[in-house]
């Protein structure tokens, strides 16, 4: 169990969202975006950490709009 939430996200990030280069259409893209917030809120609840996960979603608007702007980070090469 990682022992923060900064931990446990950077982890699912790093092993969850697509790197620079993987790209598909528009449609299957909602779809890739839609299951990982799932399983990014299922992970975060059987990790303890649902609350921190809620609060952090805020500002885009849930956890689909933060995977979201992660995807597009990782596309970015950021």
Known sequence: MPEDFE??????IA??????G????????DH???RSA???ID???VEGFYGELSQ???PYGGVAGFV???FETTSRGS
Request: net charge positive; charged share 30%; glycine share 0%.
């Open 7 to 12: 931990t446990f996200l950077r982890l699912w």
């Open 15 to 20: 092993e969850n969202v697509p790197h620079q």
């Open 22 to 29: 993987e790209r598909a259409d528009p449609a299957y893209l």
């Open 32 to 34: 890739i975006l839609r």
């Open 38 to 40: 799932d399983e990014l």
């Open 43 to 45: 992970a975060a609840a």
């Open 56 to 58: 952090a979603a805020k």
């Open 68 to 70: 979201r702007s992660k």
